[in-house]
């Protein structure tokens, strides 16, 4: 399953998905989403009124919106725990529960679980005896135990049934089966038929009451290799992660939500067993189901599957809070690669009242090819290749960053391109925007708002986020209200006091032979 805003990913690979998915969108489609507040909150409130909420005596919270324009039901399964809340030295447990989260249960995925349930147990007994061998420099022991551990994983292998949990969905006319594991939470979506309401709530409900994570030691492999795409033969994978452990000193947002190489490697079922029962609580997950539905049934189902869920303690909550940063840092990379240059500052979390504002300057500046930077950068000075941003990184339940990166051009200095891109910054500081240039990211933001609301997947993986995040649905159609509310005076206001050179984190990447 793919980490969704994940630091852990590549910067390059990240612009090119954000420009494919403008391109989904024709210009008519955007068009019509560029009317004023006016005309477009009604179609808001139609929306909200729509839309009905609960919560099971457990804790578990459902927020469901009528739309039955066509026989078809999208869910968003919500849990409150992404890479952020990680044990140290367990980084990536979130990320891997994730991918272990649709290998099934008892009776789903296994030919026979009572025999298949002693041989992942002996798996586990296994790695861990390999691991002590190789450690302690015993070859041949090692070497006899892998051997062993081949064996019965084969065996294994043999009882369990490949993506059975898949299949049934598929059968059943369900599509787009996914998950995505960020740096705040893991989102699990999919999508069915009406009449197949109640087969989602059985699916759903014995997906977390009794899973069973098999084929452990193999998506460990996955997972390895994920990284190894991403990060370890990346250039700008591996830029990323020094970065955030400089941008960050306290917080855990300075880690790798993918994970490290060695925690990856070393985690075990039993961790990703524990950090489930911790965090996978009633209390702790949302449900948003959209679409064809009748609330009053969904609810009567909901009580029937997923009551029979125990009310558990809340998890713990992140605590750690990063320290204002005092002075500038900097971090160098020499790696066989084109030239990089990264530069972050830090700015307040989601929910802060100036959220909108640094979400519409960092558009200013940084988004798409109408942007400041890019039109400076790339198109009047042919200093870099690409040049954009992203607003708040690597998450945005906890203050986090600004972050702006290029791309430099053939022959082209990396201090040239610092040099232009603070000027840009600088103007920002010094001149107010103008009306017409705010108003225009007030429209993209309008737009790429609309258009998520517009589909039943879209809504669903919206609602169940700002539900499960901000504690309240209602929060996301405060949006539009908080896009127009933003003037030039507040973008010069946070500008000054957020690019400020003790809040500065920069980045290099510089060519090997450099």
């Not at 955030?244 to 790798?256: C, N």
């Not at 994970?259 to 702790?284: A, H, M, S």
């Not at 949006?479 to 984190?505: M, S």
Request: glycine residues 6%.
């Amino acid at each position: 399953m793919p980490l969704l805003r994940s630091p852990r990913s590549t910067l390059a690979l990240c612009l090119s998905l954000i420009m494919a998915l403008w391109c989904l969108f024709p210009a008519s489609a955007a068009a019509q989403f560029t009317a004023s507040r006016s005309t477009m909150q009604p179609y808001i409130d139609r929306v909200a009124n729509h839309i009905t909420e609960f919560t099971l005596d457990n804790g578990l919270k459902f927020v469901v919106l009528e739309r039955h324009e066509a026989p078809v039901v999208s869910f968003a399964t919500y849990a409150d725990v992404g890479g952020a809340d990680e044990p140290d030295g367990q980084t990536g447990v979130a990320h891997f529960l994730e991918h272990l989260a649709f290998k099934g249960t008892t009776q789903i995925g296994t030919r026979d679980y009572a025999q298949e349930a002693p041989l992942l147990d002996r798996l586990d007994q296994l790695f861990e005896q390999r691991k002590a061998a190789q450690a302690a420099g015993d070859t041949a022991k090692a070497e006899a135990l892998d051997a062993e551990f081949q064996n019965l994983q084969q065996e294994a292998a043999a009882i369990a049934i490949q993506n059975q949990f898949g299949q049934i969905v598929e059968q059943a006319g369900g599509v787009g089966l996914n998950a995505a594991t960020s740096a705040d939470y893991t989102l699990y979506t999919y999508s069915l038929p009406a009449n197949k309401l109640e087969l989602w709530m059985s699916l759903e409900s014995e997906r977390f009451l009794d899973p069973v994570f098999r084929e452990f030691f193999e998506e460990q492999q996955v997972i390895l290799e994920e990284r190894r795409w991403r990060t370890d033969n990346s250039p700008i994978g591996q830029m990323v992660e020094v970065f955030l452990d400089a941008a960050f000193k306290v917080h855990p947002y300075r880690r790798p939500v993918i994970g490290y190489n060695e925690d990856i490697r070393n985690l075990t079922r039993q961790n990703v067993q524990d950090f489930f029962d911790l965090y996978y609580v009633p209390n702790n997950l949302t449900i948003a189901i959209v679409g064809d539905v009748d609330p009053a049934q969904v609810r009567q189902f909901a009580e029937i599957y997923f009551g029979r869920y125990a009310a558990k303690p809340a998890p713990p909550q992140v605590q750690l809070v990063e320290p204002p940063q005092t002075a500038p840092r900097s971090v160098t990379l020499r790696l066989d690669s084109e030239p990089w240059y990264l530069e972050g500052y830090h700015r307040p979390n989601g929910m802060h009242p100036d959220s909108m504002a640094y979400d519409l300057m960092s558009s200013i500046l940084s988004s798409g090819r109408t942007s400041r930077l890019y039109k400076s950068l790339v198109e009047e000075k042919r200093l870099a290749l690409g040049a954009a941003g992203y607003g708040g990184f690597p998450g945005d339940k906890f203050p986090n960053l600004i972050l702006f990166y290029a791309l430099t051009a053939p022959g082209v200095e990396l201090d040239q391109v610092a040099t232009a891109l603070h000027g840009e910054i600088e103007r920002l500081k010094r001149e107010r925007v103008t009306a017409e240039e705010l108003e225009r990211v007030k429209n993209q933001a309008k737009a790429g708002l609309l258009r998520s609301l517009a589909s039943n997947g879209g809504m669903a993986r919206l609602l169940a986020e700002y539900q499960g995040k901000t504690g309240s649905w209602r929060n996301l159609f405060d949006q539009l209200t908080k896009i127009e509310a933003v003037t030039p005076a507040d973008i010069q206001r946070i500008a000054r006091a957020t690019f400020r050179p003790e809040n500065k984190t920069v980045g290099q990447l510089i060519r090997t032979e450099e």
